[in-house]
């Protein structure tokens, strides 16, 4: 049988590629080559596919790069960050230069990360793309030093934080806190039960609990400033029985206690919650998402509340799956 020609490699019968591949590493380009280069964003009208309409947000996500935070106690910490950053598209346009938007974060990287530099970020990515409407959000693991129940011991609790930037075209400028808190809810019913199959029968009894997780999504009053150590003693505040680092013998009996002491289903913990955020004069909004990973059963019990303010965020909060923890 004949032997095939073959594109890009050797064919079997010894015969060289008809196309030759090869990198040059000596080459440099000139601003003469890079005139020369052809852009998508040039390309005639005919070039764009589908509908003819603009698209509301295109983008980039989960690009890393490590950025400054200051603490509450005047610290900076350099932490790895996921940045999803997008823009609007006009219906005329093929698409946006996404590297535009990464070289944007760089030329800030160095600055400490606050909403006054999402901001910013914002407005000079906005001017490059030439777009109408920006958003920004930033997540990274917060790290804050937990002290143990009663034993004296410390050690590093992490936190899913995102700071969220939106940028309108009428210069209209929005921010959020996202801020996961992660805690143990005992449940009343199952510890009343208990209690009754003791007193009535003798009966010993373990009432269930379960790993629980809020999410608290808050815009903060303008001109007002609430750290991440506030969203976070606001939570214990209202909770009381976050998850614990290290634990001794100590500790994990206080911690039973603690759940004894502090029992809550998941409409509890909502309006816990809701209380606490609602009293703080700081925060302008807030959206609080709860979900208790039932050890009773194979589903979760889930509760959202939001403060009720007009225009402001609604209890449509959905994405359940991603508060397991």
């Not at 079997?12 to 080559?33: H, V």
């Not at 005047?74 to 698409?95: H, I, N, P, R, Y």
């Not at 150590?229 to 680092?245: F, G, K, N, S």
């Amino acid at each position: 049988m004949k032997k095939k020609q073959m594109y890009l490699h050797r064919s079997a019968d010894g015969s060289a590629a008809k196309i030759k591949r090869g990198y040059d590493p000596k080459f440099r380009s000139t601003i003469a080559y890079r005139a020369t280069l052809p852009d998508m964003m040039e390309a005639a009208h005919d070039a764009i596919q589908g509908a003819n309409v603009p698209i509301q947000q295109v983008g980039i996500h989960n690009f890393k790069l490590p950025l400054k935070y200051r603490t509450k106690a005047g610290k900076t910490l350099t932490l790895e960050t996921s940045v999803t950053g997008t823009v609007s598209l006009e219906a005329e346009l093929k698409g946006i230069n996404m590297s535009r938007i990464m070289r944007t974060f760089y030329d800030h990287k160095d600055e400490v990360t606050t909403g006054e530099w999402m901001g910013r970020v914002l407005k000079n990515y906005l001017r490059k793309i030439e777009s109408k409407d920006a958003r920004l959000k930033i997540a990274f693991s917060y790290p804050m030093v937990r002290d143990s129940l009663r034993s004296g011991l410390s050690g590093y609790q992490f936190y899913n934080v995102a700071f969220e930037g939106v940028m309108t075209h009428d210069g209209c400028y929005r921010r959020f806190i996202h801020f996961d808190f992660v805690y143990s809810s005992a449940c009343p019913c199952s510890a009343e039960l208990s209690e009754h199959a003791r007193d009535k029968r003798g009966v010993y009894t373990v009432p269930h609990s379960q790993r629980s997780k809020a999410r608290i999504t808050i815009e903060e009053v303008e001109g007002k400033k609430i750290w991440i150590e506030d969203i976070h003693a606001l939570c214990l505040r209202a909770l009381q029985t976050e998850t614990q680092v290290m634990v001794k013998r100590e500790d994990e009996q206080a911690f039973a206690e603690l759940n004894g002491a502090y029992l809550k289903f998941v409409e509890d913990a909502a309006r816990l919650l809701y209380k606490e955020f609602d009293a703080d004069k700081r925060i302008a909004d807030f959206r609080i998402a709860c979900t208790h990973l039932e050890s009773l059963h194979s589903h979760d019990a889930v509760s959202v509340i939001c403060k009720g303010v007009a225009g402001g965020f609604k209890a449509d909060f959905m994405d359940f799956g991603s508060l397991l923890c």
